[in-house]
């Protein structure tokens, strides 16, 4: 073994991974070589002392109550987003977490019993914490459903079915939500503002179908999403989810979710067309 052979073997002799052989001849060299022996005592020293730092008790914080429930919640959420499909992630699966599923719900897994981190390296609690640093909060639901729609929304736009009946009359489109879901959207034809119906489609959200009536506005398209929300009225706000405009309110017992990849002026203007002011 040479020098160079002995150093790069340091991290795994510190961590006990070294085989029976290489150990021998690596101990053997340490004895004969003072240089590689001055080296390996402070590697280890650092070793060391990274040991007793990750065992510090501030470094580990007691999981807040509820961080379950919602760590689970986003698990869920992330789940539909990609698959459209709602899927249950029973809590009690968070709180006896087994090998196997989603990165995530190992994830949820090892946050849910902190102490089972123990074993992890340094690097590792740091991008656990950064990536939990972003569920700790309380869920937005708003900024939950602003996303799902967005990405249903881009869905629509680069697949083939931006509308499931192509139909300019709101005779024709309304009807046709009929048996598909359980609620009746109001639907009007807003082509003496400047926005005409295209069409309508069925989508999900939340892991709900959801109705969608499709818009042009020049040749912009722009999706309304319309489903039955609990709640007061809302005055229809603006939001911005990767470059997409929304106006979301609430009227009537219905969420409202306008979208278009066209400026704040068009979707704000659609949404007053919509509540005909
Ligand atoms: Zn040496």
Redesign the pocket.
């Known amino acids: 073994m040479?020098?160079d052979d002995?150093?790069a073997l340091l991290a795994a002799r510190a961590d006990g991974e070294l085989g029976a052989a290489d150990s021998l001849r690596m101990e053997a060299?340490?004895g004969?070589?003072a240089?590689?022996?001055d080296i390996a005592t402070r590697h280890d020293a650092v070793v060391r002392a990274l040991r007793q730092g990750l065992r510090a008790p501030a470094l580990y914080m007691k999981a807040p109550v509820g961080l379950s429930e919602r760590v689970m919640h986003a698990v869920q959420v992330e789940a539909q987003a990609k698959t459209g499909v709602r899927h249950e992630a029973p809590v009690a699966r968070a709180r006896a977490p087994r090998r196997g599923g989603s990165a995530w719900q190992r994830l949820a897994g090892w946050l849910i019993t902190p102490t089972r981190g123990l074993g992890l390296a340094a690097g590792t609690l740091a991008a656990v914490a950064l990536g939990v640093g972003v569920l700790v909060g309380r869920p937005d639901t708003v900024a939950l459903t602003a996303h799902d729609i967005t990405a249903s929304h881009v869905r629509a736009l680069l697949g083939a079915r931006e509308t499931d009946v192509l139909s300019s009359d709101r005779h024709t489109v309304k009807p046709w939500f009929n048996g598909r879901i359980d609620y009746a959207p109001p639907v009007t034809d807003l082509a003496t503002r400047g926005f005409p119906l295209i069409g309508g489609r069925l989508d999900y959200v939340d892991g709900r179908p959801v109705a969608v009536l499709v818009y042009r506005s020049a040749q912009h398209p722009v999706d309304l999403y319309v489903r039955p929300e609990g709640g007061a009225d809302t005055e229809p706000a603006l939001r911005t989810e990767r470059g997409y405009q929304l106006m979301v309110w609430r009227s009537a017992g219905m969420g409202y979710w306008a979208i278009t990849d066209a400026s704040a002026d068009v979707v704000q203007a659609f949404a007053r067309a919509v509540r005909g002011g």
């Open positions: 040479t020098c002995i150093r060299h340490l004969t070589c240089a590689c022996t």
